[in-house]
Every structure is written in structure tokens, then in C-alpha cells.
């Protein structure tokens, strides 16, 4: 059983709709029995950092999850303001992150960007494999996902960077450290893209 990490914030029965349509049965939870017997997890999220991390603490999930994350190795997929919560910092706010990655949410750089483009970042973009990974595993050709967020990954470790996307300069879009991985885009917004992206997740960790 795939389990969705509920804990208020964001559009969580996309992600199960999605898992659906590719046959994998997926419940949603803040249930800490459940997720102690989840076979894989997953983290969505939209919103402010801060809030997010008020969230998981206030719904007592933090423990759980660093416990089946970290010790007992149950692969877990971030998606958006998820993946985010798993770096150690964010410029949005001055709660701590999970800290399961080396590496800090940052604004994007206005300057960088360019003046033709707004902030947050949202739509459609291509994104660049970095290094091979199950996640990517017989993925349609020019694999382009569906973006919303003003924030990015800034990661210390190169070799946790999985694939880049660009807006008006190159970011990490999704990463993956042993058990855990993340994307910034939103796989259950991604079409056939990201169908296959979820289906990898659920085979092939």
C-alpha cells in the first residue's frame, strides 16, 4: 500500500487519482498505526515552508517518519513544498526542515531570472537528467512536468541532484539519496510524464 502523507496542506487526492489510473491501490493518512506498515510513502505539499513544517509537527508526524524514513529505509517520495521540507533550511521562513537532505530552500533570483519572467515559476518545463535513476526508467521522450513555486532547491552534494530544470537559470528539480527522493514539479499534474514517474516510484523502490 502506497501511503500519502496528510498533514493540511495541499491537493492530496490528485496524487491518489493518479496512482489509480496506473492500477496502484494508495490511502490517505495522518494516522501513525498506518504509516508505521506503509510499504512507501509519499509527501506532497503546496504552500508556505513555515506552515508546512508547523503542520507535520503539530500532527505528531515527525518522529514516524524520521523512524521509517531514516532507520527503517521505506523509500519516500517528496513532491513539491514536500521535497522542500526535506532540506534543512528555507529563505521563506526560519523553521528547520527535516534535514533528511544536505542542502537549503532558496528564493529565486530575481536578478538571475530576467525581467520577461514572473515569479512563481509556473507551467510546463523540460527537465535534464543528471545521473540515472530507477525514477527515470523508460520515461517517454523530452519528459517535461508542470511547475508551481517561487522557492528551489539548493543542494550541497551534487551526487543528490537527480534532474534540472531552468528558469532563467539552471535548478535542481529532483533528487534522490538512497531511500529518499523528491521532485519540485507536481507529477500528478504531468500528464503521461508523470504517470510513468509515479508508476517507476511504486515499482522499482
Given at each position: 500500500?502506497?501511503?500519502?502523507?496528510?498533514?493540511?496542506?495541499?491537493?492530496?487526492?490528485?496524487?491518489?487519482?493518479?496512482?489509480?489510473?496506473?492500477?496502484?491501490?494508495?490511502?490517505?493518512?495522518?494516522?501513525?498505526a498506518e504509516?508505521?506498515?506503509?510499504?512507501?510513502?509519499?509527501?506532497?505539499?503546496?504552500?508556505?515552508?513555515?506552515?508546512?513544517?508547523?503542520?507535520?509537527?503539530?500532527?505528531?508526524?515527525?518522529?514516524?517518519?524520521?523512524?521509517?524514513?531514516?532507520?527503517?529505509?521505506?523509500?519516500?517520495?517528496?513532491?513539491?513544498?514536500?521535497?522542500?521540507?526535506?532540506?534543512?533550511?528555507?529563505?521563506?521562513?526560519?523553521?528547520?526542515?527535516?534535514?533528511?537532505?544536505?542542502?537549503?530552500?532558496?528564493?529565486?533570483?530575481?536578478?538571475?531570472?530576467?525581467?520577461?519572467?514572473?515569479?512563481?515559476?509556473?507551467?510546463?518545463?523540460?527537465?535534464?537528467?543528471?545521473?540515472?535513476?530507477?525514477?527515470?526508467?523508460?520515461?517517454?521522450?523530452?519528459?517535461?512536468?508542470?511547475?508551481?513555486?517561487?522557492?528551489?532547491?539548493?543542494?550541497?552534494?551534487?551526487?543528490?541532484?537527480?534532474?534540472?530544470?531552468?528558469?532563467?537559470?539552471?535548478f535542481a528539480?529532483?533528487?534522490?539519496?538512497?531511500?529518499?527522493?523528491?521532485?519540485?514539479?507536481?507529477?500528478?499534474?504531468?500528464?503521461?510524464?508523470?504517470?510513468?514517474?509515479?508508476?517507476?516510484?511504486?515499482?522499482?523502490?
Amino acid at each position: 500500500m502506497i501511503t500519502i502523507i496528510d498533514y493540511g496542506v495541499g491537493n492530496l487526492s490528485s496524487i491518489k487519482n493518479m496512482l489509480k489510473r496506473i492500477g496502484v491501490a494508495a490511502n490517505i493518512t495522518n494516522n501513525l498505526a498506518e504509516i508505521e506498515v506503509a510499504e512507501k510513502l509519499i509527501l506532497p505539499g503546496v504552500g508556505h515552508f513555515n506552515y508546512g513544517m508547523q503542520q507535520l509537527h503539530k500532527s505528531n508526524l515527525v518522529p514516524i517518519l524520521n523512524q521509517r524514513v531514516l532507520q527503517q529505509k521505506v523509500p519516500l517520495l517528496g513532491i513539491c513544498l514536500g521535497v522542500q521540507l526535506l532540506t534543512k533550511t528555507s529563505e521563506e521562513g526560519n523553521e528547520p526542515g527535516l534535514g533528511w537532505i544536505d542542502g537549503t530552500t532558496i528564493a529565486f533570483d530575481k536578478a538571475k531570472i530576467g525581467n520577461d519572467k514572473k515569479i512563481p515559476h509556473m507551467g510546463w518545463s523540460d527537465v535534464n537528467s543528471y545521473q540515472q535513476s530507477k525514477l527515470f526508467i523508460n520515461m517517454p521522450e523530452d519528459p517535461r512536468f508542470y511547475f508551481v513555486h517561487s522557492y528551489h532547491l539548493q543542494l550541497n552534494n551534487p551526487n543528490n541532484v537527480l534532474v534540472n530544470a531552468s528558469y532563467g537559470y539552471e535548478f535542481a528539480a529532483g533528487i534522490e539519496h538512497e531511500n529518499i527522493l523528491g521532485v519540485q514539479f507536481h507529477p500528478e499534474k504531468s500528464h503521461k510524464f508523470g504517470m510513468k514517474l509515479l508508476e517507476n516510484f511504486v515499482l522499482n523502490y
